[in-house]
């Protein structure tokens, strides 16, 4: 038994991974190296862009996009402040200026016209992220940055395997990043990924991660300071393992997701989770309960905290960044966001992944239940 009886997450690895890992262990090379090469070669396949480039993390893979279309300071990027995967970080530590516009209330996405009141004449990309799982609205997101003429960079680190009108997320955006970090279906302890069609931003891509040996001389790549971001073949055996299950790991995380929404009918209020009308299917990052509106964050926090008392792992989805300290400092303050801030004060993560029993929903469940009226706000919750 581990400290916490029910985890947030635990990673889908069978023997295929094991086996995998184990080879790479007894190869000569463990860093960067053949099996990144393949791992990227199968990733392409699977979302269908041309180029895929292997990084140590989402984050890191965000920064080093940003950096390949010459983004710093002096210019501003606009995003979303709500996510578990806090990518948005790499505008600031790209030395530009973060530029938060407000989510839909429903799916949690950045509004497009909320976005189009942010654009300034220092605006050059936008960040979106397919939140939680649920894409962002990117027929609208495309038509905006063009006429604007803005970068688009796709946010996936939540949701691989979604599907936005037929494609999968990951190909919209001049570049999209994935996170394969827990707690996503795809892990590979750490890492990263970065997609995109353009030929010249993959190669500045590659160059900003790290150098090869025989590059060293290069005048050409010897004209970039690498941020030695690269994953390691270990990783990428097991990133590689894990995408060529990535559709039985995705189904079964469907049936958790079913039997939680069957256990969750006992709450007063239930809505059915929330799908966009231009949406395929929704792969959840995590099995995000929203709190009624008679709950606070206070409460909120209680209801978590109950939950680990009965060795139950669950977290507050998401702290907005426009709250924490390095934003405030920027001049952000709370009530900025409306509804950034009332989803996330009253959003709760609760375990999600394969390894679950549907007693042990149960359990969650009804210790959730419970929770809520202990805390004296009934059971009126809703998804």
Known sequence: MTPTAIP???????TAELEAVAQVLQAPRLSSGPMVEAFEEAFVRYIGRKHAVAVASGTLGMLLTLKAYGIGPGHEVIASAYSWRESAHAIALAGAMPVFADIDYWAGTLVPAKVA??????????IAGNTNGHPAPWAELRELAGRQGQILIED????????????????????????????????????????TDDEDIAAVLRRYRGRRPDERGSLVIGATTPYQAGMSDVAAALGLTQLQRIETILARRKRIEHWYYAHVQSFEGIKDPYV???????????????????????????IVEDLRTEKVD?????????????????????????????????AVALPFHTHLTEEQITFIVSTMKDASINVGAGSAIYL
């Open 276 to 302: 966009g009308p231009d949406v395929g299917e929704v792969h959840w990052f995590l099995y995000l309960v929203h709190l009624g509106t008679r709950f606070t964050r206070s409460s909120r926090d209680a």
């Open 314 to 346: 669950a977290a507050a989805y998401a702290q907005p960044l426009h709250t924490q300290r390095y934003y405030l400092d920027l001049g952000y303050r709370r009530g900025q966001l409306f509804v950034t801030e009332k989803i996330a004060d009253r």
């Open 117 to 126: 009141e942010k654009i300034t004449g220092k605006t050059r990309a936008i």
């Open 156 to 195: 996936s680190t939540e949701a691989i395997g979604s599907i936005y009108r037929d494609a999968l997320v990951g190909s919209f955006g001049d570049c999209a990043i994935f996170d394969f970090s827990q707690p996503g279906p795809l892990t590979c302890g750490e890492g990263g990924m970065v997609v």
């Open 8 to 14: 947030l997450s635990d990673p889908d690895i069978t």
